[in-house]
């Protein structure tokens, strides 16, 4: 490999890096999600039951009633 073809692998490596950082995102789309509609149902729903299972930790729920 010669010095010229070597130094535009590393160039092109800086900028597909650089790419992928997010350079200057001021944040992203998943930082400030609004969760106000989710509340407003939770709220309104009459027929939420509270779960019952509290500390288990198996992977599968319905073991847990067992």
């Known amino acids: 490999m010669t010095f010229r ?5 590393a160039m092109a ?6 790419a992928c950082s997010g350079g200057g995102r ?9 969760y106000s509609k989710v509340r407003q149902i939770h709220e309104n729903d009459t027929g939420y039951v ?13 073991n847990c009633n067992k």
Request: charged share 20%; aromatic share 10%.
């Open 50 to 62: 509270q779960p019952t299972v509290i500390g288990c930790t198996d992977d599968d729920l319905f």
């Open 26 to 34: 001021k944040g992203s789309e998943w930082d400030n999600i609004d």
């Open 5 to 9: 073809s070597s130094v535009s692998v």
């Open 13 to 18: 490596l800086l900028v597909f890096v650089s």
